[in-house]
């Protein structure tokens, strides 16, 4: 996956960039297209980040398209949210920035953290 960027900063403005550039589409084969739509997909609605840039996510996956049903997409999604929440309340706690406090993560999914408060709650 990696290896479309050749050294180019993986953005949400470069993935587009290339989905939408006639020679890398004529080009390319449909695989890596699909790779590039699937990437922007995860990046934009399942793991929206606050930082330009696109370090975290796990590129190698992307890599076997045949494999990619078998990664655990929701708990990987469920992580992030989770860890948003923990760091939003570790800065609410010590007061470190009173005015504003942001989360990032699937929207959706905080829909159903906010109302459902425990496990016994989904059951």
């Given amino acids: ?3 479309l ?3 180019e900063d993986i953005n ?9 550039d006639e020679k890398f589409r004529v080009r390319q ?9 699937i990437l922007l ?6 793991f929206p980040r ?6 975290s996510f796990p590129f190698r996956l992307l890599d076997n398209l045949d494999a990619l049903h078998m990664y655990n997409w929701g708990g ?8 948003s929440i923990t760091r939003a309340s570790k800065v609410y706690y010590q007061q470190k920035n009173p005015c504003e406090i942001y989360l990032v993560g699937c929207v959706a999914v905080l829909q159903v953290c906010s109302k ?8």
């Fill in 50 to 55: 606050s930082y330009k840039n696109i370090r």
């Fill in 116 to 123: 459902f408060r425990t496990m016994d709650d989904i059951m």
């Fill in 29 to 37: 084969n449909v695989d890596d297209f699909c790779r590039l739509y």
């Fill in 41 to 46: 997909s995860f990046v934009v609605f399942y």
């Fill in 12 to 20: 949400v403005r470069n993935i587009m960039k290339k989905m939408s």
């Fill in 5 to 7: 960027f050749d050294g």
């Fill in 1 to 3: 996956m990696n290896q």
């Fill in 76 to 83: 990987a999604v469920h992580e992030s949210v989770v860890s």
